[in-house]
């Protein structure tokens, strides 16, 4: 079955007890035992397993081919249990562009738990190869990568990893499974903010660990998840499950949006440089145009200087000035200011992150309204 209707169907059956076609909420944290203390439902307790959990993490392991799926109630704890699977001494190799929560659970908290990492360019294999030690366990990929879209080459990201002995970990929130497969390169665990597009809507918070096959690493996040704690309630799962059945043609339309609204700014007067991965001046278009069904819908732009990047954002209209990206409604945000203002000025200027830089997450409205939106607000005082 092809993704549009694996993502209506996966995970969800009419109930046999009602005939209901629509899942309904199981907000029990108990489960009938037999006699004997066998669980015949196949749920005990409900931070162990629960109805809509479990209904969930199978709709994300046939999304993405897996053969397992750990659901978690935020992509920070869902990454913070991959972490925890390693042992203190061992090594990640991570982006220097990860998503800032990743970079911080590293620096704040693993590393005083004995876990060392090196960040790097991950579109700069050399790069990568040369950061990879005897002691590096894990390889983690964000792509494209936030804000500037860089698209890291999986597959050979993947090999080289395998070469050095290390997992291979993939966060494929910005891509999602509609638009990119990182288990056909190779990746052992993806990772979702299902936060994102999956639901799709701002409206839950999620995150989850897909696994490439059942075994130790499975089991070991299931402990992780079920010992921790850290779990999404049933309503949560029933949202996420919801969102899901409109992912695809969501993602279709955000990246045909997003492309048609890169286009335009390129040819604003008041725009210096647009980031998309669809274009073609960007740096990565033909590795993204390999391994992506389609280039998303995240895009970032620059203008002249702060003054006029704060003067853009209030005068749009239709996009809320917001953190967070890929729901239905199209947001811009000041990465400068706001997601990444806590990496210092230098670093951020280093990594091209400078003051007069948009990023927007693309809605499902109407594109030539989202293009008019942003031509008025670009237009010069
Ligand atoms: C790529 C990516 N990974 C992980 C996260 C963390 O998600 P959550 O807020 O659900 O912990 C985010 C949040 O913005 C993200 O963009």
Known sequence: MR????AVHAG?????????????????????????????????????????????????T?????????????????????????????????PLDAYFGTAKLLREVYAGWGLETTLVDMTDLAAVEKAVRPATKLVWAETPSNPLWKVTDLARLGALARAAGARFVVDNTTAT?????????????????????????ADVLG?????????PLFDRLRTLQTAGGAVPSPFDCWLLLRGVKTLALRVE?????????????QGNKAV????YPGLDDHPNRSVAARQMRMFGGMVSFEVADEATAFRTLERLQIFALAESLGAVESLAEHPARMTHASIPAQERQRAGVGDGLIRLSIGVED???LIADLEFALEPS
């Open 3 to 6: 993704i549009e209707t694996v």
């Open 12 to 60: 969800a059956e009419v109930d046999p007890a009602t005939g209901a076609v629509t899942a309904a909420i199981h907000p029990s944290t108990t489960f009938e035992r037999d006699a004997d203390g066998s669980f015949p439902h196949g749920h005990i307790y409900s931070r162990t397993s629960a109805p809509n959990r479990a209904a969930l993490e199978a709709c994300l």
């Open 62 to 94: 046939a999304l993405e081919g897996g053969a397992g799926a750990v659901a978690f109630a935020s992509a920070s704890a869902a990454t913070s249990a991959v972490f925890q699977s390693l042992a203190p001494g061992d090594h990640v190799v991570a």
């Open 177 to 201: 499974p509609v638009l990119q497969s990182p288990f056909t390169f190779g990746a052992d665990l993806i990772v979702h903010a299902t936060t994102k597009y999956l639901g799709g809507h």
């Open 207 to 215: 995150g989850i660990v897909v696994a490439r096959e059942r075994g």
């Open 253 to 265: 339309r955000q990246s045909e949006n997003a492309m048609e609204v890169a286009k335009a700014l």
């Open 272 to 275: 210096r440089r647009v980031f």
């Open 367 to 369: 594109v030539a309204d």
